[in-house]
C-alpha cells in the first residue's frame, strides 16, 4: 500500500515521532518561501506543513497508516496536493478529511467511495485521456469533456503514462454533494524523442563536414532551438549532454537531462565530384 506522506517528509513508514519532526524541521527550514526564493518552493513548502499535520497527529496517523494513499484517491500526496490549487489551506482540508477520530469523517471519496460515511453512493467518475507527449514534459491546459460537460483540466510538467489525476467536484451529484473525477492518463509517443525516467534522448543529424571538421548545428528542443556545438572527430552514436532540460520530476521539481545522440550523414557517393572521389578513394 502506497504511503506517499512518508516520502513527502522523507523518512520510512517505522520513523519514530522524533524522527518525523526532525525531517519536518529540516526540509521546513529548506523550503520555507522567507529562505527559498525559488517559485516551486511555496508548493513544497505547503505540502510539508500537510504531511506533518497528519504524521504529527497520532490518531490521524493512525487512520492513514490503516488506508494509505486510498485517503487521496489512491494518487501522491504530491498530486493530492497540487489539485487543490495554490489559494487553499491545505493543512484546514486535511483536517477536514482526517476528523477527529473513527474512520472517514470529511468529505473526500475514500476506501469506501463514500462521502460522509460508509455505504454513501460513490459519487466519482473515472474516464481515460491521451495527452501529447510535449504537454505531458511541459505541462498545460487540457479540453475534457465528460457526460456533456467540457472544461479544461490542468495537466502537470513531468505526468507519466499511468498516473491519475483528480478533478475535485466535476463528478456524479447526490443530496447537494458531489463527487470526484479520476482521470487516468496515458501519454502519446513522440517520434522526436525517447523518455527514460526524467531524462530525455533525440537523435540528431550531424553532416560529413562538421562531423570531420567541427562546427555548429540547429537543434530544436522541448524548450527552445539551441545551437549545439559539435568537435571534430564526432563519432556516430556520439552523446552530447545539455544539464537541466530534461523532464521535471514531480516530487522535487528537479529536473532530468537532455541527450542529444549524433547522427553522423554520410553524402550520396552518386553526388561527388569525380575528380574528388578519386581523391577519396586513393586517401582513405
Known sequence: MSKSLYETLGVSESASADEIKKAYR???RKYHPDINKD?????????????????????KK???????????????????????????????????????????SGGFGGAQGGFGGFGAPDLDITTRITVPFITSIQGGKYSINVEGKSFDIKIPAGIKSG??????????THQGQAG???????????????????DLYK??????????????????????????????????????????KGI???KTAMKGDLYLIAN???PDIDTIDDEFKKVLEEKL
Do not use: C, W
Not at 91 to 103: H, N, W
Not at 165 to 170: E, F, H, I, P
Not at 180 to 198: C, N, T
Open 264 to 266: 553522423v550523414v554520410l
Open 62 to 104: 493512525s487512520q492513514y497508516d490503516q488506508f494509505g494513499d486510498q485517503m487521496f484517491g489512491g494518487q501522491n500526496f504530491h498530486d493530492f496536493a497540487q489539485g487543490q490549487g495554490s489559494g487553499v489551506d491545505l493543512d484546514e482540508i486535511l483536517r477536514q478529511m482526517f476528523g477527529g477520530g473513527g474512520g472517514f
Open 248 to 250: 521535471p520530476d514531480r
Open 180 to 198: 470526484d473525477l479520476l482521470i487516468k492518463v496515458e501519454v502519446a509517443d513522440s517520434p522526436e524523442y525517447d523518455r527514460k525516467g526524467q
Open 203 to 244: 537523435t540528431f543529424d550531424v553532416p560529413l563536414k562538421e562531423a570531420l571538421f567541427g562546427g555548429k548545428i540547429a537543434i530544436e528542443t522541448p524548450e527552445k532551438e539551441v545551437s549545439l556545438k559539435v568537435p571534430t572527430n564526432t563519432k556516430n552514436g556520439q552523446k552530447f549532454r545539455l544539464k537541466g
Open 26 to 28: 529540516k526540509l521546513a
Open 39 to 59: 517559485e516551486s518552493a511555496v508548493d513544497k513548502f505547503k505540502e510539508i506543513n500537510g504531511a506533518y499535520e497528519v504524521l504529527s497527529d497520532a490518531e
Open 163 to 172: 498516473e491519475t489525476l483528480r478533478v475535485r467536484g466535476k463528478g456524479k
